[in-house]
Each structure stands twice: as structure tokens, then as C-alpha cells.
């Protein structure tokens, strides 16, 4: 779900993943691409179908960072279906914000994250769905070593609209592995743990990456282990990604 040129280019675009450099010392870094089906920690926020991403991050020398990234989604339409209700959104907007620093291999990230999902959520809205309000607010902290990663994310709201899910954790391990300059391999595991009603699961993810002329070109191969995964978009599934830098 997890990332500033960015309002405008979200907004009239929509987005992807890239990444762009005006030149090789420019704290501003944008990105815009195309995946064939947007999957946050397992699950499709497109149902399964395209999505256009992109995004803008400003870092300063000192380790500290804030940026911007937006990608169409459907997921909250889809559960709209079937009654009268109807939020307005196809659109998430990922603000953040924090330090990044590396010491040798050694590298620490910590920050907080709002995801914003644009929209009317009355209390009708509310009735009907039997969420809450979809915008989150997640505070996250990583460690890397190398090309091993490991993240925890604390969610201080409801998680995405499900009721009393304050508190759910996300715990994201990840390895990007180097074969040559251009393809790089990757492997993740990761585990939603979520407080309240709705159950915890588990999701993974490997493929490569090949960058070609500017472009990075994707394949990965992604699963969960939720029970009746096809009812929320969840099953295994292989996803294509073209992403540009400038």
C-alpha cells in the first residue's frame, strides 16, 4: 500500500509504482507505472483487474522524508454492491512520513502512514456496509540488513473500516536479492494480525524484477492463507508490473 510533481499526477493519472530522479542528487523522487492488479498484503484492491500508480517523495540529507502516492482501487464499490449506498470512492491516497538512515549493511526506517480514501461514509453508509470509516492510520518501524528487510506496522485506527481493529499489527519480512545489475529476485512473508471480528491471515509473495532502458519490469507470484480467499480477492495469482523512473 506501500508511495509529490504528485497531487497533479495522481489525481489526472491515477497511479503505479516508478521512481524518478531529476538528476542523481535530487532529494525529489517520483514514480508512475502499471500493475496488473494492485495487491495490498495479499488482497486486491482492484478485483483482480489493472491499476494505475504513482507517486513523489522528498528526502533531506538528515534522514528524514515525506511523501505521497495514490492508486485507483474498487475494493470499497465492491461493497457497495447490493445496496443503496454509494460512497463515491475509486481512489487511495497513501500520505507519510518519517527517518530513514542506513549504518553500513545496517539501515533503520521508522514513520507513520495515512491512508485516505476520498468519500461520503455517513452513518447510512455505515449501516449498510458494517464498517467504519476506510482511512487508517498506521505507524511503522524496519530494520535491513543487506538485502533483508523486516517491517512492523501498528495500526492507532480501525484497519481499513473493520469494526473494533484498532490495534491490528502487520509483520512484513523481505528479501531483494541481486542476481546482476539489472534483476534483482524477491521473496516475502508477511502476517496481518487483526484485533476485533475479523480473522488474521497470512500472505506471500516471490518473483524478479528486470530493469531495462529506464523501466523496471515485473513478475510475482502472490498467495494468502484466508479461508474462502476467492470471496475477497485473495487467491494465488501471478501479477505483471511496468514502472518508470524520471
Do not use: C
Not at 464499490?77 to 481512489?91: P, Q
Request: glycine letters at 10%; proline letters at 3%; zero cysteines.
Amino acid at each position: 500500500m506501500r508511495k509529490n510533481i504528485l497531487a497533479t499526477a495522481i489525481l489526472a493519472a491515477l497511479p503505479l509504482i516508478g521512481t524518478a530522479h531529476a538528476d542523481d542528487a535530487s532529494p525529489i523522487v517520483a514514480n508512475v507505472g502499471i500493475v496488473s492488479d494492485y495487491a495490498y498484503r495479499g488482497i486486491s484492491q482492484t478485483d483482480e483487474k489493472p491499476a494505475l500508480q504513482g507517486g513523489l517523495d522528498y528526502a533531506h540529507e538528515s534522514g528524514l522524508y515525506i511523501g505521497l502516492w495514490g492508486s485507483n482501487v474498487s475494493w470499497i464499490s465492491d461493497l457497495e454492491r447490493g445496496t443503496s449506498e454509494n460512497s463515491g470512492n475509486s481512489l487511495e491516497l497513501d500520505v507519510y512520513a518519517g527517518y530513514k538512515q542506513t549504518f553500513g549493511d545496517f539501515g533503520i526506517d521508522v514513520g507513520v502512514l495515512q491512508y485516505v480514501y476520498p468519500g461520503n461514509y455517513n452513518s447510512a453508509w455505515r449501516s449498510a456496509t458494517g464498517l467504519k470509516t476506510p482511512n487508517t492510520f498506521e505507524g511503522y518501524l524496519g530494520f535491513s540488513w543487506q538485502f533483508l528487510s523486516f517491517k512492523y506496522s501498528h495500526a492507532f485506527t480501525n484497519l481499513f473500516g473493520a469494526p473494533d481493529s484498532k490495534g491490528s499489527q502487520y509483520f512484513d519480512l523481505t528479501a531483494a536479492y541481486p542476481v546482476t545489475e539489472d534483476l534483482t529476485l524477491t521473496g516475502h512473508y508477511g502476517h496481518q494480525a487483526i484485533t476485533g471480528p475479523a480473522k488474521s491471515y497470512s500472505d506471500w509473495k516471490v518473483g524478479a524484477t528486470y530493469a531495462y532502458k529506464g523501466f523496471a519490469f515485473g513478475l510475482h507470484y502472490v498467495n494468502t492463507n484466508m479461508k474462502d480467499k476467492s470471496d475477497y480477492d485473495a487467491d494465488a495469482r501471478y501479477i505483471l508490473s511496468v514502472t518508470k523512473s524520471f
